[in-house]
């Protein structure tokens, strides 16, 4: 079955404990992309990649990092979480590298509460 | 990435009526325009795109409109049933995928 699967889908964690989100995708995707959801906010670009090795800053990129050592996995790291980074967040992919666009593919969520 | 505007942020309307929700788009260049709903509690799911070469494109009770000349689009229920009810989000990507910032869309039985 195609599909973005993330893990872990619920995570409490405390202030300064590094994290690391998983995210992979079957379906030999080029472009991957992180999104933070909060109430009232819609979602938000956190970072995205358009290929192996090549990322990018989205909107809200502070506090986060990424990497696409493959073409599957695209990993959202906190090194120090804080409590602003308590949210909703969203793994998707989809067929295309930059100017070909094609639906986003979402993964299920990560919720992630930071004390 | 690409500015997009959505409005309304909330719609209430009676089931069985119709809504509209309208982005508004900076780049003259784009040429893809999804809208994506979520539930609540679930991930946004694609429901219906529209490509720039043409104006509009039905599925059942949804439909898109779109007018590259005043760079806007709109997304069109008919006949809103409770299950319509959700948060719906529309994007006009060029490669990056970028979206507006949501419309609550609130079906009253």
């Known amino acids: 079955e195609a599909q973005v699967t993330q893990n872990p889908r619920y995570l409490i964690t405390v202030t300064g404990k590094k994290l690391t989100v998983t995210c992979s995708q079957n379906?030999?995707?080029?472009?991957m992309s992180w999104y933070r959801q909060d109430p009232g906010l819609g979602l938000r670009q956190i970072y995205y990649s358009m290929n192996v090795e090549v990322t990018d800053k989205g909107d809200v990129p502070e506090g986060y990092k990424v990497s696409r050592k493959e073409k599957r996995n695209f990993p959202l790291i906190l090194e120090s979480p804080s409590p602003n980074q308590t949210s909703l967040y969203f793994c998707?992919?989809?067929w295309g590298q930059g100017g070909v666009n094609s639906p986003l593919h979402f993964g299920n969520g990560t919720r992630l509460t930071v004390t | 990435g690409e500015n997009v505007e959505q409005h309304p942020s909330t719609l209430s309307v009676q089931e069985g009526d119709s809504a509209v929700i309208k982005c508004t788009y900076s780049?003259?260049?784009?040429?893809?325009f999804p809208w994506y709903k979520q539930e609540l509690g679930k991930r946004p799911q694609l429901i219906i795109d529209?490509?720039?070469?043409?104006g509009e494109k039905k599925d059942q009770r949804i439909a898109v409109t779109l007018n590259k000349t005043a760079k806007h689009f709109s997304l069109h229920i008919t006949e809103t049933q409770p299950e319509d009810s959700a948060v719906y989000f529309c994007?006009?990507?060029?490669?990056?995928?970028?979206f507006g910032a949501g419309t609550r869309l609130t079906v009253k039985p």
């Open positions: 998707a992919s989809k």
């Open positions: 379906m030999n995707h080029e472009y």
């Open positions: 780049d003259s260049a784009s040429n893809y």
């Open positions: 994007a006009a990507p060029r490669g990056d995928m970028r």
């Open positions: 529209i490509r720039s070469n043409v």
